[in-house]
């Protein structure tokens, strides 16, 4: 496991070497016009927009064949139902994150990362690094996503604990960058070049870049 710390200038240069357009920004934008003003997973073209974006990253999340029942839609709506409440309000901050919010949010990705996709012998879930896109999609102010490499390198797995902690980091690192540059996050992202663009982002963006990439 890797004990990490991070600096302005780390965040500084993780963001500038995102700064460019790219696919997933424009499967950022599409989901969000598709979804505005915000996305409600108990509304069925906002599964599917969620679908489409998470394919877009990569996460090859299998449509239906004509006739067949679609897992993914059916999957996330009964999650929703049961897991909503377990999330962070919309607009929380990733530095308005409280520690009791934690333990909830690590089963709340359990639960989504094992929400079946697709039947049979060779059955699969959702899995971990879709199930952290999608809770960064619903709550993109407040929630890291990871993928294997990161959850890896710095917390030596992929369950529920290790998922709360991901945000704990995320939550004691943003707390930090702030108390550095002496601002608060919409400055910061302004500074940095990136108005509106969420810490949470920026952070995942680091995590990739040093994690994943190894820069």
Known sequence: MHSSQITLDALRKAVAEFAGPGVPDAGWAALTARTAPAIDPSVAAHREAL?????????????????????????????WKQWQHALPAPGVSITGLDDADFPALGECYQELALVSVSAGPRRRGIGSTAATKMLYAL??????????????????RRDAASYAAH???????????????GMDEAELAGHLGQPGRSLAKMLDDYCYLTFTRGI
């Open 139 to 156: 709550r993109p102010q407040a929630l890291m996503p990871w993928d294997e490499a990161i959850a890896k390198r710095l917390h030596g």
């Open 167 to 181: 945000q704990r980091l995320g939550r004691d690192w943003s707390l930090a960058l702030l108390t550095e540059a």
């Open 51 to 79: 679908h489409v974006w998470l394919n877009a990253w990569g996460c090859r999340i299998r449509y239906p064949r004509p006739g067949e029942e679609n897992l993914f839609d059916s999957g996330v709506e009964q999650w």
